[in-house]
């Protein structure tokens, strides 16, 4: 499943604010965000240990990524690479257009499907694939919402539950205030989990853990990286010190 809140805002301070769930199987472990790849040592993300790639990074040149499974193909498959590897190729990459380039060039029937989120400073695209092809979205400055039905899915029960409020939301102001967002990010629904935001279920399966993202204008500035290691409703966020140097600011909400 998974969520994936986006505020675009080329020429701001801050140009790209990132929240974002992801729902998981609680026995697929996985470390914390941290530069865990040495052949990709300006990387920053959390890495999956079961196939060894990534939900949701940065790169030091300003690349963010995250993906979302889609509907209904989560897990790995038989004859299928994992999707954790779409992350890193797309972080592998200077800049947002060349890492959309790179990944649209990839055989779509070697993943189960999928939406790519990827953007820098001055672009934001979706890139997503039914397995038969791999479609590219050029994604215009404002609010999205990423969920396993796609990208601003009107019709998904999660985007129809929740856009609306996230748009209305006052935006964060990084690096501490991200208050409204972290309210959306805790929503959970006993009723329907495809309406939380917050996934809690009695199968083994739900949210896993929650990450905020903020980049800012100046490539010399830090990126403000929050991570949530367990569902945000009962972890702190606590801000990601590698591989910026500032490791007394820690942040919590």
């Avoid at 990074?57 to 979302?68: D, P, W």
């Avoid at 856009?163 to 935006?171: C, G, L, V, Y």
């Amino acid at each position: 499943m998974c969520t994936v809140l986006v505020l675009f805002r080329p020429g701001h301070a801050w140009p790209l604010l990132v929240g974002a769930n992801r729902d998981e199987s609680f026995d697929r472990a996985f470390l914390p965000p941290g530069r865990h790849w040495p052949s990709a040592p300006d990387i920053v993300a959390p890495r999956d240990l079961t196939a060894g790639g990534t939900w949701f990074g940065v790169n030091e040149r300003g690349v963010f990524a995250t993906i979302v499974n889609g509907i209904d193909r989560l897990g790995p498959a038989e004859g299928k690479t994992s999707r954790g590897e779409l992350v890193l190729r797309a972080l592998g990459e200077p800049d947002a257009t060349r890492a959309v380039r790179a990944v649209g060039a990839l055989d779509a029937q070697r993943y189960r499907g999928f939406t790519l989120l990827v953007a820098d400073r001055e672009t934001a695209h979706a890139v997503s694939s039914d397995e038969r092809t791999i479609r590219v979205e050029v994604l215009a400055p404002g609010h999205h919402m990423v969920t396993p039905e796609g990208c601003d899915a009107a019709g998904s029960p999660r985007f129809d539950a929740h856009f609306a409020a996230f748009r209305a939301a006052p935006p964060p102001a990084p690096p501490r205030d991200w208050e409204y967002w972290i309210e959306l990010l805790r929503h959970a629904d006993d009723d329907d989990p495809h309406r939380a935001m917050t996934v809690v279920t009695g199968a083994g399966f739900g949210t896993v853990c929650s990450s905020l993202l903020a980049l800012p204008a100046a490539p010399r500035e830090t990126p403000v990286l929050l991570f949530a290691n367990g569902p945000p409703t009962r972890a702190p966020y606590e801000r990601v010190t590698a591989p910026w140097a500032d490791v007394s600011n820690v942040a919590r909400a």
